[in-house]
T-cell receptor
Framework: DAGVIQSPRHEVTEMGQEVTLRCKPI?????LFWYRQTMMRGLELLIY????????DSGMPEDRFSAKMPNASFSTLKIQPSEPRDSAVYFC????????????FGSGTRLTVV | AQSVTQLDSQVPVFEEAPVELRCNYS??????LFWYVQYPNQGLQLLLK??????LVKGINGFEAEFNKSQTSFHLRKPSVHISDTAEYFC????????????FGKGTMLLVSP
C-alpha cells in the first residue's frame, strides 16, 4: 500500500491567490481528516469526513477554507483567498473508522503564503 | 471534550541512556491513547496505541508506554535511546465512543546526542 498521498509537498503562493491541497487516502479507509500544524498551535483538526460525508468542520478557521471529498479516494482542501497567516504544514490522515484506531498520516503539504 | 498535556517541550538525552516522555490527558469518558513520532519533514507515524487490556503497551523501535487511569497518564519510555530516535513525539487521545477524533498534545522534541 502506498499510504496516504498528499500533493503538492511544497506550495509557495502570493497572498490573495487560491490554493488547493490534495489527498488520496488509503484504500478501504472510511474516515479522512485534515490537520494543520504550526509552531504556535501545534496540530489542529480542521475537518473530517466519514464515508465521504463531512462530519465536523468546526475546526475550519474561516469561510476562506473549504474541503470536499467527492469520492472515497480523493479529497481537497481549498483556501481562497490565501493569507500569510495560513502558512503551515497541512496533513491529511485516514483511518479504517473514526476514533478507534490510529490514523495513517500523509507526508504533508508545506504551504507558504507571501 | 478531551485534552492532552505534554509536560516537556524538549528532552535532551545522551545516547544509550533511558528516556521517559510524559503525557497527561483529561477526559470525562473512557479513552483510547496513542503516541506518534514525527521525523523532520515527514508525516506522523504511529508508535503505539492503548485501546484496552494490558496497561503496558509495546510499540515499534523499542518504545513502550503505560496507561495509568488513576493518574490520567500515558508516559512513553525507552530503556536505551539511539541517535536515530531524535524526533518529535506526540501524545494523542480519542474518546472511546461515537464519532470521536484524535486530539494531540503540543509535542515533545527528543534530542539524542552522542
Amino acid at each position: 500500500d502506498a499510504g496516504v498521498i498528499q500533493s503538492p509537498r511544497h506550495e509557495v503562493t502570493e497572498m490573495g491567490q487560491e490554493v488547493t491541497l490534495r489527498c488520496k487516502p488509503i484504500s478501504g479507509h472510511n474516515s479522512l481528516f485534515w490537520y494543520r500544524q504550526t509552531m504556535m498551535r501545534g496540530l489542529e483538526l480542521l475537518i473530517y469526513f466519514n464515508n465521504n460525508v463531512p462530519i465536523d468542520d468546526s475546526g475550519m478557521p474561516e469561510d476562506r477554507f473549504s474541503a470536499k471529498m467527492p469520492n472515497a479516494s480523493f479529497s481537497t482542501l481549498k483556501i481562497q483567498p490565501s493569507e500569510p497567516r495560513d502558512s503551515a504544514v497541512y496533513f491529511c490522515a485516514s483511518s479504517p473508522r473514526v476514533g478507534n484506531y490510529g490514523y495513517t498520516f500523509g507526508s504533508g503539504t508545506r504551504l507558504t503564503v507571501v | 471534550a478531551q485534552s492532552v498535556t505534554q509536560l516537556d517541550s524538549q528532552v535532551p538525552v545522551f545516547e544509550e541512556a533511558p528516556v521517559e516522555l510524559r503525557c497527561n490527558y483529561s477526559s470525562s469518558v473512557s479513552v483510547y491513547l496513542f503516541w506518534y513520532v514525527q521525523y523532520p519533514n515527514q508525516g506522523l507515524q504511529l508508535l503505539l496505541k492503548y485501546l484496552s487490556g494490558s496497561t503496558l503497551v509495546k510499540g515499534i523501535n523499542g518504545f513502550e508506554a503505560e496507561f495509568n487511569k488513576s493518574q490520567t497518564s500515558f508516559h512513553l519510555r525507552k530503556p536505551s535511546v539511539h541517535i536515530s530516535d531524535t524526533a518529535e513525539y506526540f501524545c494523542a487521545v480519542s474518546a472511546n465512543s461515537g464519532y470521536s477524533t484524535l486530539t494531540f498534545g503540543k509535542g515533545t522534541m527528543l534530542l539524542v546526542s552522542p
